[in-house]
Structure formats: C-alpha cells, structure tokens
C-alpha cells in the first residue's frame, strides 16, 4: 500500500468524480483508476459504486477513507518534522475557527504569530461550530477554535477564554429605551440569530428553553455581520458575543440592553485530534494561544 494511492483514493472520495480527482493530482484518468484497483485488490473490498450517472462510497470505503486520512495526516507530519530545521518554525498551520473568534477574536493572535514566527504560513478557514469540529475530526485543519460544544468524543477540548454575550438592538427598539429590563420583556420577541449548528444559536436556544421564552419569530442570518446590520436597521433582538458588538455600540449603532440580575457567559475552546498534539507548529500556537489568553 503507497501513499500516493491512498492520496488518490481520498481525493477522489471527496470529489467523488475521476476526471477530477485526476485534474487535482495532475495525472491520468487511467492511474486513477489504477491506484483504486490496486487498493481494492489489496483490502479485498469494492471502495465504490460505480454507473455513468454516480459514484457512491461503500461502507468499506468508508472505514479506509478515515484510516487513510490519519495514515496521510501522520505521514505528512512526520516529513514536515523531518525537512525542517530543529530550532525553528515553518512550514504551513491550518486553523479552523468558528465565526465568532475567527473575524473578531483571533485575528490578534494571528498577528502576534506573524511577528514571532515569520516562516510560518497561516491559514484560517471559518465555518460554525459543527462544521471547524467535523474539519478538525477529518484532519482539513490541524486545529480548531470552537464557541460551542462538540460531542465528537475522539476529540481533545481544551478551554482558553471566557466570553461574555449580550442582548443587542438598535437604539430605537422598545427594550433599549426601558430601564429595568428582566428576562419576562423577553417573551413574544422577534430574534435574529446565526444558523443551526453554531455555537452562538446553541447558547441562544439554552437560554430560551431555560427560562421558558416564547418566540414570536427567528430571522436566520449566517453572517454577524448580517445580523447587525439587521439589527441597526430596526429589526428585533440578538443574543451577541461583547467582541462582535464592541464597536457598534462604541460608535452608537447599537444597544446593549442589559437584564437585570442576569449576564450570560460561555467558555471557548481548541480542539484537536491526539494525532495532532505533538506536531510542532499545533504545540507553537497551543503555547501562544494560552500565553495571550490564559496567563
């Protein structure tokens, strides 16, 4: 069995076309074909479903393709260990954050890296939070930055700040201009909010199931920016991170309407698969990570 034939293979479970899969390694159709053959031959399985109109992974192929990730991710690091040089810090780190930390919290950290380790490239791919814990489970990112909870219990979590979120409007909804606000104003309110998945709608549906709130309507909005620009223009309530808000409010585009006798505060966190732990550029940005937040 050879790397580059589980190479192929899971690029081409990922694409789940040939033509691709070649275009993207930049060899032939038929040494496409070839390498599959051979892993088939080897494990005694069909990896795929084949007809004109659709390729389908089988369940076999299924338990090799996260094997063959892990087998590629090891390999991969062990190579990068070996070409770089002992006392120094390059190559490539892939960092998977949610929304919230990835535009407004890690940016800063990302800079103080740049500065201490200028051969190290830095690539942050956004996503929620299921979505930065299924990259960091099939090894797309090396590390990830998540608001919420995962259940991914393969998965190394590890917490490095406490955020504190706040129910946010524009400055001309009832609730901004009301002095003493308690949780009971909050019934039979409009709420606009992230997408299912993400840490943030996860935290906002807690707190309503928890104090038995009844909505009048959500406004599903994938973007923080989207539903502050939402919010300015006069629509309903958001349950927001202090970090995305800041500014807004600072610039008086929008209100914090506190509640009284309640604060509402969450624990991020990195994630990591164990195969990932003692990679040198992971442990450099754990180091950092905690040194900017934790210390």
Known sequence: MHYEELKTFVT???????????????????????????????????????????????????????????????????RQDILEHQDSIKGELIIGASFT?????????????QKDYPELDLHVVIGNTEEIAQSVKLYKVDIGLIEGHTNEKELSVHPFMEDELFVVSSNNHELA?????????????????????S????????VIRSNGLKVKSFLTISSSQGIKETLINGMGLSLLSGSIIDRDVKQGLLSIIHIKNQTFNRTLSYIYSP???????????IYALNNKWLS
Request: charge should be positive.
């Open 177 to 197: 201009r009301k002095k003493g606000v308690t949780m009971a104003d909050l019934q039979n309110q409009t709420w606009v909010t992230r997408e299912n998945g």
């Open 101 to 113: 930390i990835g535009e407004y919290i890690l940016p800063a950290l990302l800079i103080d890296l």
């Open 12 to 78: 081409l479970a990922e694409v789940k076309n040939f033509t691709k899969t070649a275009e993207l390694l930049l060899m032939s159709q038929p040494s496409v074909s070839l390498h599959i053959k051979n892993l088939e031959k080897e494990f005694q399985t069909k990896l795929f479903l084949r007809s004109p109109k659709f390729l389908q992974i089988t369940p076999t192929g299924k338990i090799l393709y996260e094997r063959a990730k892990q087998m590629i991710t090891i390999y991969d690091q062990t």
């Open 275 to 285: 195969i990932m732990e003692e990679k040198r550029n992971v442990k450099t940005f």
């Open 199 to 206: 840490g943030t709608r996860e935290y906002l549906n807690h």
